[in-house]
């Protein structure tokens, strides 16, 4: 199967500082790019939707000026969290989408974001 | 898209066979019924997928009733690395489809 790499595994950051993470899909090239949060014991929920060189789709309730998108290339996709607070703590998981090259969906190991 | 009902949680003894349902009855003709699974603080996994035979990989079998309203997946030998939550999700599948996960059910894998 595909092999997707986020980067940091895991980060804490002061209340109203902004946090990057980075989605890269080694194997093959990503057309479309979902970011997923999930908060303790809860279920993961869609946040955005993202198309190579397009400006991404946000999911109801997500703010698009909090969680900038960035999807520039077929690798690599970037989330920032901008001004963060505590309640944006959680765990980030991206999915990089191959189109028809996969049937399945193939998911990042995660970023887990603490904020003081 | 159709939504699932899956037990919020199930215990399996270690080398036993573990039977997930999945209960899916608005499922449409040409959605798939996939499966997914989740080990803790890790990103989900896919597992199977089928839309009307049953299915077979060297991970599990997906056992879809004929009318196609519910679902069982099938790990042959649990093992203690199963222990997981497992979502069934019913879509138009496809790696650029929209999963939407509900709850899961935490299957448990008891030494």
């Known amino acids: 199967g595909a092999v997707v790499s986020q980067h940091p595994s895991w980060v804490i950051c002061k209340s109203g500082t902004s946090v990057k993470i980075e989605c890269r899909s080694l194997?093959?090239?990503?057309?479309?790019m979902f970011w997923y949060r999930q908060f303790p014991k809860q279920s993961l929920m869609l946040m955005a939707t993202?198309?190579?060189?397009?400006?991404?789709?946000?999911e109801q309730g997500v703010e698009k000026d909090k969680f900038l998108i960035n999807h520039a290339s077929l690798t690599l996709s970037t989330l920032t969290v901008t001004s963060a607070h505590p309640e944006d703590s959680s765990f980030y998981i991206c999915?990089?989408?191959?189109?028809?090259?996969?049937?399945?969906?193939?998911f990042g190991p995660g970023t887990r974001l603490t904020v003081l | 898209d159709a939504k699932t009902t899956q037990p919020t949680s199930m215990d399996c003894a270690e080398g036993r066979a573990a039977n997930l349902p999945c209960n899916h009855s608005?499922?449409?003709?040409?959605?798939?019924v996939y499966w997914y699974r989740q080990i803790h603080s890790q990103g989900p996994q896919y597992i199977i997928h089928?839309?009307?035979n049953n299915e077979t990989n060297e991970m599990a079998s997906l056992i879809i009733t004929e009318d196609r309203k519910s679902s069982t997946l099938i790990l042959p030998h649990a093992t203690l690395r199963d222990t997981a939550v497992y979502y069934c999700?019913?879509?138009?599948?496809?790696?650029?489809?929209?999963?939407?996960f509900g709850k899961g059910t935490l299957l448990t894998v008891n030494p």
């Open positions: 999915s990089p989408g191959a189109g028809d090259y996969y049937n399945e969906q193939f």
């Open positions: 993202s198309n190579e060189g397009s400006k991404a789709t946000y």
């Open positions: 608005t499922i449409s003709g040409n959605e798939y």
């Open positions: 194997d093959f090239q990503a057309t479309t």
């Open positions: 999700i019913v879509g138009s599948g496809g790696s650029n489809y929209k999963l939407t």
């Open positions: 089928g839309l009307k």
